[in-house]
């Protein structure tokens, strides 16, 4: 979707493009490190090239009015700045307006109204957070909009915030942090415990990232997160009587084996060993990725899926086919689930010479198992929220 475009609409709808400008905001997609973020450990995710855009105005009076092209048929949908909470009616607009919620509970209170237009070119409720790259981008058009001085890093916190608290999802910081901190062609290292995090450089010679959509949409999948969330803390809470940790995430493999017999269930046990694990993975994963060894990587990306599909339980028969099958095929270099989980999507490192016949057996595999169709995106590693 050109600028012009996106301005053109933004002008039929609203009356004029006088003091609108274009914005865009990635979406991402995690590499490894599945289901750690809340528990204390490392994640690996980049930004996309692909994402939100956003053309936006500020009003001189209090009124929102909103459109996405990615629900037309709700047309816009007007409110205020005045007394925001979360709506049902509301639908897709609860996401902008829970930021500028979350911006005034930090101190920093919208006072004027917006006319916001929204195009998604990432598939929604897919896993590749289409969530994070709206409150991102409203954030980022706030921040530019109305002078308020926060950081990149502020504005994935208060996306976060926004998400936990204006629309009821225990979401980990993640998503936010991933967008607002996007590089080009670099993933992120981030430590969630601490929120120390590095750049590591993806250079995949011969191979690209290949996003493999289930199409089925996460239906239970919240109530699961925030099943999985709870079951983590209990573990938690049992281990902490024989060792003193702060998360899951501060346990190596050996001191979980050694301890685990605190935890009283055997789900909660396959639970903590996927967190604690995991975690574990994606250290030694980017470890091998600055040694240069992507073989080592795709096999840890691999064993992440399993962890995710026997003891974290989180995949479901169309993820689980999609990652079987694209792990059948010559010159995949490694193949996962990717975000939450129960539907969405997979990442996959591809040899260029395998592309083609990737999308075509996964996707002929796919169809006939699942009884419709997925789809493929060969993807690249974008930058954090930008003004076009
Ligand atoms: P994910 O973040 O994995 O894509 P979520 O269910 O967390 O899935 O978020 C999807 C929701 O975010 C959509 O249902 C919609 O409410 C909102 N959203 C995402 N992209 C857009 C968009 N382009 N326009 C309007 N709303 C959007
Ligand atoms: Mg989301």
Same mark, same amino acid.
């Given at each position: 979707?050109?600028?012009?475009?996106?301005?053109?609409?933004?002008?039929?709808?609203?009356?004029?493009?006088?003091?609108?400008?274009?914005?865009?905001?990635?979406?991402?997609?995690?590499?490894?490190?599945?289901?750690?973020?809340?528990?204390?450990?490392?994640?690996?995710?980049?930004?996309?090239?692909?994402?939100?855009?956003?053309?936006?105005?500020?009003?001189?009076?209090?009124?929102?009015?909103?459109?996405?092209?990615?629900?037309?048929?709700?047309?816009?949908?007007?409110?205020?700045?005045?007394?925001?909470?979360?709506?049902?009616?509301?639908?897709?607009?609860?996401?902008?307006?829970?930021?500028?919620?979350?911006?005034?509970?930090?101190?920093?209170?919208?006072?004027?109204?917006?006319?916001?237009?929204?195009?998604?070119?990432?598939?929604?409720?897919?896993?590749?957070?289409?969530?994070?790259?709206?409150?991102?981008?409203?954030?980022?058009?706030?921040?530019?909009?109305?002078?308020?001085?926060?950081?990149?890093?502020?504005?994935?916190?208060?996306?976060?915030?926004?998400?936990?608290?204006?629309?009821?999802?225990?979401?980990?910081?993640?998503?936010?942090?991933?967008?607002?901190?996007?590089?080009?062609?670099?993933?992120?290292?981030?430590?969630?415990?601490?929120?120390?995090?590095?750049?590591?450089?993806?250079?995949?010679?011969?191979?690209?990232?290949?996003?493999?959509?289930?199409?089925?949409?996460? +239906?239970? #999948?919240?109530?699961?997160?925030?099943?999985?969330?709870?079951?983590? *803390? /209990?573990?938690? !809470?049992?281990?902490? %009587? $024989?060792?003193?940790?702060?998360?899951?995430?501060?346990?190596?493999?050996?001191?979980?084996?050694?301890?685990?017999?605190?935890?009283?269930?055997?789900?909660?046990?396959?639970?903590?060993?996927?967190?604690?694990?995991?975690?574990?993975?994606?250290?030694?994963?980017?470890?091998?990725?600055?040694?240069?060894?992507?073989?080592?990587?795709?096999?840890?990306?691999?064993?992440?899926?399993?962890?995710?599909?026997?003891?974290?339980?989180?995949?479901?028969?169309?993820?689980?086919?999609?990652?079987?099958?694209?792990?059948?095929?010559?010159?995949?270099?490694?193949?996962?689930?990717? +975000?939450? #989980?129960?539907?969405?999507?997979?990442?996959?490192?591809?040899?260029? *010479? /395998?592309?083609? !016949?990737?999308?075509? %057996? $996964?996707?002929?595999?796919?169809?006939?198992?699942?009884?419709?169709?997925?789809?493929?995106?060969?993807?690249?590693?974008?930058?954090?929220?930008?003004?076009?």
């Amino acid at each position: 979707m050109m600028k012009e475009q996106l301005l053109a609409k933004f002008g039929e709808l609203f009356g004029g493009t006088d003091g609108a400008k274009v914005y865009f905001a990635p979406g991402r997609v995690n590499l490894i490190g599945e289901h750690t973020d809340y528990n204390g450990g490392h994640v690996f995710p980049c930004a996309l090239t692909i994402g939100t855009y956003g053309v936006a105005r500020r009003r001189e009076d209090k009124k929102l009015r909103f459109y996405s092209m990615n629900f037309e048929q709700l047309g816009v949908i007007e409110s205020s700045v005045e007394g925001l909470k979360p709506e049902k009616e509301a639908d897709w607009t609860n996401y902008p307006k829970g930021v500028m919620w979350a911006f005034g509970e930090k101190g920093m209170e919208v006072t004027n109204g917006m006319d916001l237009l929204l195009f998604g070119n990432i598939p929604n409720g897919s896993g590749l957070s289409s969530s994070a790259s709206v409150e991102v981008l409203t954030g980022y058009i706030l921040r530019d909009q109305y002078g308020f001085e926060v950081s990149n890093q502020d504005l994935a916190l208060i996306g976060q915030f926004s998400e936990n608290k204006f629309n009821g999802v225990n979401c980990g910081i993640m998503d936010q942090f991933a967008i607002a901190m996007g590089k080009k062609d670099h993933a992120i290292f981030l430590d969630t415990a601490t929120m120390e995090f590095e750049y590591a450089p993806i250079q995949l010679e011969g191979a690209k990232l290949v996003i493999s959509c289930s199409n089925k949409k996460r +239906g239970l #999948g919240d109530s699961k997160y925030n099943e999985r969330r709870s079951e983590c *803390e /209990a573990a938690l !809470a049992e281990l902490q %009587q $024989v060792i003193g940790i702060e998360s899951l995430g501060d346990l190596s493999e050996e001191q979980f084996e050694t301890y685990k017999s605190a935890i009283k269930d055997p789900v909660r046990v396959k639970r903590a060993r996927h967190a604690v694990y995991e975690n574990q993975r994606t250290i030694k994963a980017v470890a091998a990725l600055k040694a240069n060894d992507i073989t080592e990587f795709g096999k840890l990306m691999n064993a992440s899926h399993v962890s995710l599909r026997d003891d974290y339980e989180v995949t479901g028969i169309e993820l689980d086919t999609l990652v079987e099958e694209a792990w059948k095929v010559d010159g995949v270099i490694g193949s996962r689930m990717t +975000g939450a #989980g129960f539907g969405g999507c997979t990442v996959s490192i591809v040899k260029d *010479e /395998a592309i083609e !016949a990737f999308q075509e %057996q $996964v996707g002929k595999a796919y169809l006939e198992k699942i009884g419709y169709a997925a789809d493929f995106y060969v993807v690249e590693i974008g930058d954090g929220p930008v003004v076009l």
